[in-house]
């Protein structure tokens, strides 16, 4: 499934024109499978897939290319996690000049992993309050920000998620 989606964010200190927007973002799902190639074990990626069943991993991976003629400066990047997955890694290797963040509550909020919350347990028979990590397959979205893209160039970004 490829896509192109203009994003209608704010950047700082750019102004938009009418409509226009400097970035655009191309949308990518493939389905990964390990299958054996010359007695190996290797990732095959299918784009395009059709069907999918519990367990399966997917790439969730978006290319943002800067449309304009001048450099952009951190530029934010959003992609929710399909409702039905759970997200399970980065995908790739870590971009360089991008900050990656999670979030937890829908988007509202990021941070870097690792996340933490707050939950209330009792203990002898007292509600205590505890700071615990939270597990990546709680995760769902993440946030990339890239500090420049320079005119006419992309960077691709994404994680794994395994279906439900």
Same mark, same amino acid.
């Given at each position: 499934?490829?896509? %192109?989606?203009?994003?209608?964010?704010?950047?700082?200190? %750019?102004?938009?024109?009418?409509?226009?927007?400097?970035l655009?973002?191309n949308?990518?799902?493939?389905?990964?499978?390990?299958?054996?190639?010359?007695?190996?074990?290797?990732?095959?990626?299918?784009?395009?897939?059709?069907?999918?069943?519990?367990?399966?991993?997917?790439?969730q991976?978006v290319?943002?290319?800067?449309?304009?003629?001048?450099? %952009?400066?951190?530029?934010a990047?959003?992609?929710? @996690?399909?409702?039905?997955?759970?997200?399970v890694? =980065?995908?790739g290797?870590?971009a360089?000049?991008?900050?990656? *963040?999670?979030?937890i509550?829908?988007?509202?909020?990021?941070?870097?992993? =690792?996340l933490?919350k707050?939950?209330?347990?009792? *203990?002898?028979?007292?509600?205590v309050?505890?700071?615990?990590? @939270?597990? =990546?397959?709680e995760y769902d979205?993440?946030?990339?920000t890239?500090?420049? %893209? =320079?005119?006419g160039? *992309?960077?691709?970004?994404g994680?794994?998620?395994?279906?439900?």
């Amino acid at each position: 499934m490829n896509r %192109l989606i203009p994003l209608l964010l704010a950047l700082p200190g %750019l102004a938009l024109a009418q409509g226009a927007s400097p970035l655009a973002l191309n949308l990518t799902q493939s389905l990964i499978q390990t299958v054996q190639e010359g007695g190996k074990a290797t990732e095959k990626r299918t784009p395009g897939y059709t069907r999918v069943r519990p367990g399966d991993l997917l790439a969730q991976n978006v290319t943002a290319r800067n449309v304009s003629a001048r450099t %952009l400066a951190n530029v934010a990047v959003k992609l929710p @996690v399909p409702a039905g997955h759970v997200y399970v890694s =980065p995908d790739g290797t870590a971009a360089t000049g991008v900050r990656t *963040e999670y979030s937890i509550d829908g988007g509202k909020t990021f941070a870097p992993a =690792p996340l933490k919350k707050k939950v209330t347990v009792t *203990e002898n028979g007292k509600a205590v309050t505890k700071e615990i990590e @939270v597990k =990546p397959n709680e995760y769902d979205a993440v946030r990339w920000t890239i500090a420049t %893209l =320079p005119a006419g160039t *992309e960077k691709t970004l994404g994680f794994r998620v395994q279906v439900k």
